[in-house]
């Protein structure tokens, strides 16, 4: 119940109540004024105001017939009467807002800040007497604080793949106990999220699940990849020495970079030399052949 909310609505709707600053409030004809719509039989139950305009956490609305008592021997223009509560809501929260508007038309001068400030500790007394031990401000927060399933996923999956538990790829939880255990924590650590727990544990197993294939599989292909490049290699070595045809291209290089007259036919020396330099690819090849 956000009476926040409510009160800036009535602010809007009861203008010429709210801008009547001349009068002061009464503390005692506003509260009787609530009481007549809140409070039914107050002193027998004194948890009445909780029940009526609190919560429905305090249990059910008590039976209707004793409401003539509140009003019997008060001024009709500071009570609301008991042909008015007819129309009154049965909600506690709906109930408070309609009590408010109607009182704030029969008190001269109060405004809904005057009605927080004066019937809002009733209200709480009175919730602790019917067995709740909070506050308004503190059931309001708690209601805020309900969590939706995909913020709920989201908080749970950041803890888990936390580098001191599963990690980014679930690496440390292939293993179905250390997910569990895991999991467990991290379900613990995100509060408002029990009645997801389950469906989100199905979804995140399946993450992991992909997750594991998937390294499996690029692990392949890099294996894959090295194999492949060890082939063709081999196969460049294997074509090179056949008919010694890397060493001729080697002798060619070496001649047309490395000697004055390019190995002419005038110039052995040069070819005998260039020959010894590329010697290594008959060492190459003869292993290869073992």
């Not at 709906?94 to 001068?109: D, F, I, M």
């Not at 004055?260 to 190459?284: V, W």
């Amino acid at each position: 119940m956000n009476k926040n909310t409510v009160f800036f609505i009535f602010t809007l709707l009861l203008g010429p109540i709210a801008s009547d600053a001349a009068t002061t409030c009464s503390r005692a004809n506003l509260t009787r004024c609530l009481d007549s719509a809140c409070a039914i039989n107050v002193g027998s139950n004194p948890a009445a105001r909780c029940q009526y305009c609190g919560t429905a956490s305090a249990g059910g609305m008590p039976a209707d017939n004793g409401m003539r008592s509140v009003s019997v021997g008060q001024s009709a223009s500071n009570t609301i009467s008991a042909r008015e509560l007819k129309n009154a809501p049965a909600d506690p929260g709906a109930r408070y807002a309609w009590a408010t508007t109607e009182c704030l038309k029969k008190v001269a001068g109060c405004t809904p800040d005057n009605v927080a400030d004066i019937y809002d500790p009733l209200i709480e007394q009175s919730c602790r007497a019917a067995g709740i031990n909070a506050q308004m401000a503190t059931l309001q927060a708690a209601a805020r604080k309900t969590k939706s399933q995909s913020s709920c996923a989201t908080d749970i999956r950041a803890c888990l793949i936390d580098v001191k538990r599963c990690g980014a790829n679930f690496a440390a939880c292939e293993d179905n106990a250390d997910f569990d255990k895991f999991f467990a924590a991290c379900s613990v650590e995100s509060t408002g999220c029990t009645d997801y727990t389950s469906a989100i544990r199905t979804e995140l197993i399946a993450a992991r699940d992909a997750a594991i294939k998937n390294a499996d599989v690029a692990l392949a292909g890099i294996v894959n990849s090295y194999q492949s490049a060890r082939d063709s290699k081999l196969k460049a070595v294997q074509n090179n020495c056949t008919n010694n045809a890397g060493r001729d291209e080697c002798i060619q290089t070496v001649c047309a970079r490395n000697m004055r007259n390019q190995c002419g036919a005038n110039y052995p020396a040069e070819k005998s030399m260039a020959t010894l330099i590329c010697k290594f690819h008959d060492l190459a090849c003869d292993r290869l052949k073992k």
